[in-house]
């Protein structure tokens, strides 16, 4: 027999008890997969790309590292790709579990021992790492409709973009199970990990049909038809994705859901800490006059105005090496290292500070005495930041490089006002940054582990015990089978 576990990417508690409070998951409900809901703790705060490394291998931010998309690389003075993490999965320590997985986000590289691992296929980042175990697997299930890449909508009345990327997902969900049943039909398993991820690539240009009376969303024109959410009929393909696995999986067979983060509203990405750094007088910004000042605004200005065509035919047919090498020159914002004690780190939600010190970045200037100090005064001010009428626009702050040098030093989570666009500095109003304009939804802490209560239990765990908590609610299905 067979654990079915279901990764829901970005559902969020809240829209599970949502959807089955409305009778949306019926395979769901009736295998007992949502009997017992319990929450999963991850560090979304710091950074949500952390949790998916932490569910694959077993280990928290501190010890994988993987914090984002992009990555300081202190000697570089730049940032570069995440690559493939260099830790092992979580089931690399049970041999008497037989994993079979596609597209789990971030997956390390396979032990060997999988029934099957496929990862890549349909990912929502097109960067995941591709393999297959067996070489074979991956030519069994064919062409998921992502692709390459899915481009996205370039503004929040981009409505034909938006329908078109949500007929995708939709259709990628029954790509994906399919490819599902032809893989576990021909390499059966005890624990089968299959990561949808298709409302997450969704969601975060789509939210807004989900929560549309929340008070973000005001004055913002819909995407798509207010009569059927596309996110509705993914959430309802992936049920009878899950049925239909029933269907095929050995008798006995019983299913789980899982996230190891939810989603939320959002309109856009506030990014205001480049220029509070600069006015605050943290750092300086390069010279319009130097060759990588200049490079960055041209890069920038072509991908403003390139037409969609030829965006497409970009993201179609150019080496993937060479978009990231493209991507890379606007990835991080740029400093004149010799004045420049403390900078803001490339992030797509949270804001991240690092201090530019001697003996870890190759241009430090600040001395690792000087350090907790300088981070003092800084957190300080933003501890106090408001826009013009007074509201917080920092809700929480955290130092992760206590634990892993690599992390930023410094890291804070948005509060709603901060999507405003305005903050006051120094007694003035200063407009704050916004960029990713179509963004309408973000991570929050909202995962959970769902099953039958005696295979998924009735505390929170933590996202980086999630994996072992199926590898036990697997042995727990085989022991209550009378299995050994």
Known sequence: ????????????????????????????????????????????????????????????????????????????????????????????????????????????????????????????????????????????????????????????????????????????????????????????????????????????????????????????PRLGDPSRSPLHAIAQGIDAAAGRLLAVLPPGSRAVAFAPHGMRPTAGQPDPLGKLLVLWGFAAAPAPSRPSSAVSSTVAALKRRAPKPVKRMWYDRVPLHVIDAVSRVNAQPQYDWGRTRAFSLASDQNGWVRVNLRGRERDGIVDPADAPALLDELEARLRVLSDPAGARLVARMARPSLANPALPDVVLAWTRAAHGGVMAVDGHPCDIAMSAPAKRGEHEDDGFLAGPAELVGAEPIDVAGLGHALLAATRRQRRDAGGT
């Open 1 to 220: 027999m067979t654990l079915l576990a279901l990764g829901l990417d970005a559902f969020g508690a809240r829209f599970l008890r949502r959807l089955a409070a409305d009778g949306a998951l019926p395979n769901l409900t009736a295998a007992g997969a949502l009997d017992s809901v319990v929450g999963v703790r991850a560090p979304v705060d710091i950074a949500p790309d952390a949790v998916w490394p932490a569910f694959a291998t077993g280990a928290p931010i501190e010890r994988h590292g993987r914090y984002g998309e992009w990555v300081w690389d202190p000697a570089a003075m730049d940032v570069r790709r995440t690559g493939t993490l260099p830790m092992p999965p979580f089931w690399a320590g049970a041999p008497d579990v037989s994993v079979g997985c596609l597209d789990l986000p971030t997956a390390p590289v396979a032990t060997g021992g999988e029934s099957f691992m496929v990862t890549g296929w349909g990912p929502h980042d097109a960067q995941d790492l591709r393999q297959s175990v067996p070489a074979a697997a991956r030519g069994r299930i064919g062409e998921h409709p992502f692709g390459r890449t899915a481009l996205t909508p370039r503004g929040p009345g981009d409505r034909a973009d938006f329908e078109a990327l949500a007929a995708r997902c939709i259709a990628g969900v029954d790509a994906r199970a399919q490819a599902l049943a032809t893989l576990v039909a021909q390499h059966p398993c005890d624990l089968l990990v299959a990561v949808f991820c298709e409302l997450h690539h969704l969601g975060h240009l789509g939210w807004q049909e989900i929560e549309p009376q929340d008070p973000t969303y005001a004055g913002l």
